[in-house]
């Protein structure tokens, strides 16, 4: 069975402190992972898909990185409107639909 | 492209009436999926569709749960004689194969 655990839970930073998401993963072939910002009460807004491993991939603040067992989101000098929940997502090749399967999330909280 | 569209974005009932939330998807996409979100959990796949035909069903979606999708364009999701376990936000998304999958707004439900 697919899985995906991200960590930290739950991050704090102060405005310009830099730091990493972690997501973790099995899954028996890996068709992309998927990195989503969700925002309160609304629905997650598409943000990277890796393929392969040593993949990069960056937008404004956020560098995504794959490899054979997890990904990590870098935030370089985040800013407070950076705060939202990051969810991680695997899609697995043996699949049919191409569904996604979901980690829980690490809620960030960028303070001024 | 106006993205997927959710509606109701609320809505509260009461324990055993039935709901019906619809969905539509980025115009052009030919698969359409529903997705279960709690608070503080990522979503978890229900169903989907490519096209009209609906192709896989998660053991998530009891008797209770019908979607339909007709004509391979809008689609609606029904959940009767709703209990408080089914308070949670449905997620619709759609895609076209193999693509990136984008997410709408989504529809919260509250079954008091």
């Known amino acids: 069975e697919d899985q995906v655990t991200q960590s930290p839970e739950a991050l704090r930073l102060q405005e310009g402190e830099s730091s990493s998401l972690n997501c973790s993963y099995t899954v028996s072939g890996l068709r992309g992972l998927f990195w989503y910002r969700q925002d309160p009460g609304k629905g997650p807004e598409f943000l990277f898909t890796l393929y392969s491993a040593g993949e990069e991939k960056e937008k404004e603040r956020l560098k995504a990185t794959l490899t054979k067992k997890e990904s990590f989101l870098h935030i370089t000098a985040p800013k407070p409107e950076d705060s939202a929940t990051y969810l991680c997502?695997?899609?697995?090749?043996?699949?049919?639909?191409?569904?996604?399967?979901f980690g829980e999330g690490t809620q960030l909280t960028v303070n001024p | 492209d106006t993205g997927v569209s959710q509606d109701p974005r609320h809505k509260i009932t009461k324990r055993g009436q039935n709901v019906t939330f619809r969905c539509d998807p980025i115009s052009e996409h030919n698969r359409l999926y529903w997705y279960r979100q709690t608070l503080g959990q990522g979503p978890e796949f229900l169903t989907y569709?490519?096209?009209?035909?609906?192709?896989?069903k998660s053991r998530l979606l009891s008797d209770r749960f019908s979607a339909e999708r007709p004509k391979g364009s809008f689609s609606t999701l029904e959940i009767q004689r709703t209990e408080q376990g089914d308070s949670a936000m449905y997620l619709c998304?759609?895609?076209?194969?193999?693509?990136?999958?984008?997410f709408g707004e989504g529809s919260w439900l509250t079954v008091v």
């Open positions: 569709f490519q096209n009209e035909a609906q192709l896989e």
């Open positions: 997502a695997v899609q697995a090749e043996k699949t049919s639909g191409s569904r996604l399967t």
């Open positions: 998304a759609s895609s076209l194969v193999f693509n990136t999958i984008y």
